[in-house]
């Protein structure tokens, strides 16, 4: 495929995948129409870079379905002042998402593969206010935090409270949660409720589950 055939694909993606799943903030569409999603996977996968489902990356990763991503981001209602913090960034596409719409992102991925090719595909397409860091997605990244707005790549758990921690005052915090057991999981945000933090579902997906984000198991003897 050449750069118009993609062009054409991008925005058949937004017309036919995004905008008929209520996304109408014409910021978020017009991102998603922008974004080349071609150039954050292999060159094998370019050809469907664009189909309506998770594709699988090197590491265990996905890139989240164009979908489900665009419901999350719309409902994080990102600002251009917003401080923001992505965590299993895999190769980036997510995160350039995000750095079209805030002041900031830092992405934080496990794998030093990913991590590198994330920030060099970043770079390549303009984005440079965009930071991809190696750290344990669990730990986030406390030190450029609080962050107004937070997106989990994948499905969880659980979240644990030092990353929730690490949201604003009034952040926001948006994943799919998929309980143990479950087979479809709810996209969902979290927010501060009083002295902890309050999970507001919003639709139902179903997205790869993130290893790290794994409750942990009771054995019964």
């Not at 054409?8 to 903030?25: G, S």
């Not at 665009?70 to 998402?97: E, F, K, P």
């Amino acid at each position: 495929m050449d750069e118009t055939q993609f062009s054409i694909a991008r925005q058949t993606m937004v017309d036919c995948q995004i905008r008929p799943t209520k996304v109408t903030d014409t910021r978020v569409l017009d991102v998603f129409g922008s974004v080349p999603r071609e150039a954050f996977v292999g060159k094998h996968q370019r050809a469907i870079a664009y189909v309506d489902e998770d594709l699988p990356l090197p590491g265990g990763r996905c890139m989240m379905e164009p979908m489900v991503l665009a419901r999350l981001v719309q409902a994080l209602d990102i600002r251009t002042s917003h401080n923001t913090l992505v965590i299993g960034g895999a190769t980036g596409y997510g995160t350039a998402v995000l750095a079209r719409l805030a002041a900031s992102v830092i992405s934080v991925e496990t794998r030093s593969q990913l991590v590198e090719k994330a920030q060099e595909t970043l770079v390549s397409i303009g984005i440079d206010n965009a930071v991809v860091i190696k750290s344990r997605l669990v730990d986030g990244y406390p030190n450029d935090g609080p962050y107004d707005r937070i997106l989990i790549e994948g499905a969880v758990e659980t979240v644990p409270e030092k990353l929730l921690e690490q949201l604003a005052p009034n952040g926001l915090l948006a994943a799919v949660w998929r309980p143990l057991g479950s087979v479809v999981g709810v996209a969902s945000l979290w927010s501060h409720a009083g002295e902890g933090f309050n999970r507001k579902p919003l639709f139902d997906a179903q997205v790869p589950l993130l290893d790290e984000f794994r409750a942990k198991r009771e054995f019964v003897f």
